[in-house]
């Protein structure tokens, strides 16, 4: 009986299997947010169900028509975002005005809004 490493090796070395071509990174889906549709939380709600049936990752949400984001519309996207996050992905709002990140940041989501993007022409030194 031979040993594990008195076992000759075989002549020819198969090769590695190959890993599963990894799928392009997908573009975000983006939604644009209007007063009218941040008024009426149901139907955001709608809206963002529907977008998330379609198995988005992303979510860039423009909020700049919007002043100051009401509670419903705010819960509404707090709740996407938790879906999304179970998904590897998550929601960004971009452009808040000033009120509302304020109101962002009293109901502690500040999180969900967009990183802010400095000019790269200056430095503070």
Same mark, same amino acid.
């Given at each position: 009986? +031979? #040993? $594990?490493? /008195? *076992?000759?090796?075989?002549?020819? %070395? ?5 890993? &599963? /071509? +990894?799928?392009?990174?997908?573009? &975000?889906?983006? @939604?644009? $947010?209007? &007063?009218? @549709?941040?008024? *009426?939380?149901? !139907? $955001?709600?709608? +809206? ?9 990752? #992303? !979510?860039?949400?423009? %909020? ?10 705010? *819960? ?6 938790? #879906? ?15 009120? =509302?990140?304020? %109101?962002?940041?009293? =109901?502690?989501?500040l *999180? ?6 400095? &000019?790269?022409g =200056? =430095?503070?030194?």
């Amino acid at each position: 009986m +031979q #040993t $594990l490493l /008195e *076992h000759p090796r075989p002549t020819s %070395v198969l090769p590695a299997p190959r890993r &599963p /071509e +990894q799928s392009p990174r997908r573009a &975000p889906a983006r @939604l644009g $947010l209007t &007063p009218a @549709l941040a008024e *009426h939380p149901a !139907l $955001l709600r709608t +809206q963002l169900n529907e977008l998330l049936a379609g198995g988005i990752r #992303t !979510l860039e949400v423009d %909020v700049a028509d919007v002043p100051v984001l009401p509670a419903g519309a705010l *819960h509404s996207l707090v709740e996407a975002d938790a #879906t999304l996050r179970c998904r590897g992905g998550r929601i960004r709002l971009c452009n808040p005005t000033a009120r =509302s990140i304020r %109101v962002l940041a009293g =109901s502690k989501t500040l *999180h969900l809004a967009a990183p802010l993007r400095w &000019p790269t022409g =200056s =430095s503070s030194q």
